[in-house]
């Protein structure tokens, strides 16, 4: 589970740009303590501790594979009274919509999606184009590539986001659409003569092959 960690829950997600200016000092050293959990045994006591304290938690119950761990964790932080100042609780939301969808349960990832406007944080990427993102952690990617068609249909569509919509699919070994969207991304790219996006393509396509390689019985 460990080497899977950064395709499971991103390194940032969940926290605000400014997150350890607003945190003091003691607090930082107990979330710090928290994310290098080793794992063993029940739990920490977490009634007393602050939201902060509670994501670094649930990211190490995640990064461990304790899922229902991480679930009951963000569940608590979701519907926590206070808000932390540090923490960017859609992307919170996200997470967790995200372990559901990869469990299957993709009507209860997308009513997560449902959130109330008081929430605080900025959403990383807009609703539409999150339901397409959980409908491809899902396991559904055609229905999820129809998703991002229609998302894109209604939005100007840009060199960055085509290249992370083709990194979804790779990143979710959907490789049939990731090859679509990669062809379809250097189109607009070549188009646009967006030279910096296409480096990037590149090392998209040999991440692809690398998976396509690894995919195959006499891989090892």
């Given at each position: ?54 994501w ?5 119950c ?48 997308r ?7 008081s ?72 188009a ?29």
């Open positions: 589970m460990e080497d899977a960690y950064p395709e499971v829950v991103d390194d940032e997600a969940g926290y605000l740009y400014h997150a350890w200016e607003v945190t003091s000092t003691g607090e930082a050293a107990r979330h710090h303590r928290l994310a290098r959990w080793p794992g063993q045994g029940p739990l920490p006591a977490s009634d007393a501790l602050s939201d902060l304290e509670r670094a938690l649930a990211r190490r995640l990064q461990l594979g304790r899922v229902e761990d991480f679930r009951e964790q963000t569940r608590h932080i979701l519907t926590a009274p206070c808000e932390h100042p540090a923490l960017n609780y859609i992307e919170i939301m996200l997470q967790a919509a995200a372990q559901l969808a990869r469990a299957g349960d993709l009507p209860d990832a009513a997560m999606l449902q959130v109330p406007e929430m605080p944080g900025p959403w990383p990427q807009p609703p539409a184009r999150a339901e397409a993102w959980l409908t491809l952690l899902a396991g559904q990617p055609d229905e999820a590539s129809l998703l991002y068609e229609r998302y894109l249909a209604s939005a100007e569509t840009t060199g960055d986001e085509l290249i992370e919509i083709a990194e979804d699919f790779v990143r979710a070994d959907a490789l049939t659409q990731a090859r679509n969207w990669l062809t379809r991304t250097r189109a607009h790219l070549e646009h003569e967006d030279r910096l996006n296409l480096v990037d393509l590149e090392l998209l396509l040999a991440e692809l092959e690398a998976r396509v390689r690894a995919m195959k019985p006499d891989a090892h």
